[in-house]
């Protein structure tokens, strides 16, 4: 998506959120079990019940700071 500046990620959830909301994810990479926590805001949101099934959900953008952020997920 071409607005979301510095990465991002989809993160599935139920929770209510709203555009602009500041978050705080928590990312557990797989290989190493190394746990990072990663601070960004909310983009766009994937309602229940979205067209064609889509997983709802919400765009995380991460925060400036986290410019090894994409690097280290990647």
């Given at each position: ?41 909310v ?20 925060d ?11």
């Open positions: 998506m071409p607005f979301v500046e510095n990465g991002g990620f989809f993160l599935p959830t139920t929770r209510e959120c709203r555009i602009g909301d500041p978050v705080l994810v928590m990312i557990k990479r797989g290989e190493t079990g190394e746990s990072l926590g990663v601070p960004g805001k983009v766009w949101i994937t309602p229940s019940g979205a067209e064609r099934n889509r997983v709802q959900g919400v765009g995380v953008q991460f400036k700071k986290c410019g090894q952020v994409r690097d280290w997920i990647e």
